[in-house]
């Protein structure tokens, strides 16, 4: 090979490799820019969204499914219920460290609170606070050293209970000083129901369902501890029946609990 031949073979490599690494140059351009816009357009605000809710959920109000049938009558399965986290306190994201306190659950407030057994979030009445006394006698409820009332409850007020229910269970109102609302019970079915009396200490609270033989609550785990209280349950958002393929039970959506 001559040296013209060897200068056009030089020079045709050395222009080709200029055009790939132009080509790369410009390849890896296009590349970042796709990735910036991806990030601005879409990423970014997706991100801003999921962090804003989740600070909304965490701190100020939040929703949730109800799985089992512990809180019946007031609640079945298949409602989704509203929590006001704000009911009592205003706590750091995502943590249980109050910033500020402003209130406290009160007798017959339905709260969500972390189950001291196993950590689960649960969905129960609070029946006695800091200071009560608490004894269950034969399914009664005693509240320092007197016992609660009951009353019959109208066709209006258990018009959402299944008829088997109506057959095989007791309903009636427990009057919980402030508040009055329904319970259930299960004469048939093994319960604890006598238990007591316990004092309650500072911040200690005592949880039942209102299904009250069928509620895994403080009978079993115990008292719940203040900080354990994520807030308020307030309201029915939504129902379906899973009985009955997940159809919507539209009277029970938007109805504030008992």
Not at 1 to 24: A, D, E, P, Y
Not at 58 to 73: E, F, H, I, K, Q
Not at 166 to 191: C, G, K, T, Y
Request: overall charge positive.
């Amino acid at each position: 090979m001559n040296k013209c031949q060897q200068f056009l073979v030089h020079s045709i490599r050395l222009n080709f490799g200029l055009r790939g690494q132009n080509f790369t140059d410009m390849h890896y351009r296009v590349s970042r820019d796709n990735l910036k816009r991806i990030w601005l357009e879409w990423l970014k605000p997706l991100l801003t969204v999921i962090i804003v809710m989740g600070v909304i959920r965490s701190s100020l109000a939040d929703w949730n499914d109800v799985p089992s049938g512990s809180m019946r009558p007031t609640i079945q399965e298949g409602d989704r219920i509203f929590i006001n986290k704000l009911a009592y306190d205003l706590k750091v994201p995502f943590t249980k460290i109050p910033i500020y306190t402003w209130g406290n659950p009160q007798r017959g407030d339905v709260v969500v609170c972390f189950s001291p057994h196993d950590g689960t979030r649960l969905v129960k009445r609070v029946v006695a606070v800091p200071g009560d006394q608490i004894e269950l006698r034969n399914e009664c409820l005693w509240l320092n050293g007197k016992p609660a009332s009951y009353r019959s409850l109208s066709a209006e007020q258990i018009r959402y209970v299944e008829t088997d229910d109506l057959n095989q269970r007791v309903i009636a109102e427990e009057m919980l000083d402030p508040h009055a609302h329904p319970v259930m019970f299960l004469p048939r079915s093994p319960a604890k129901r006598d238990f007591g009396p316990v004092k309650l200490s500072d911040g200690q609270y005592f949880m039942m369902g209102d299904n009250r033989d069928n509620s895994f609550d403080s009978r079993y785990f115990g008292v719940v501890d203040r900080r354990q209280i994520i807030g308020q349950a307030t309201a029915v958002v939504l129902s379906v029946d899973p009985e009955n393929f997940y159809l919507p039970r539209w009277c029970r959506w938007f109805g504030k609990l008992l």
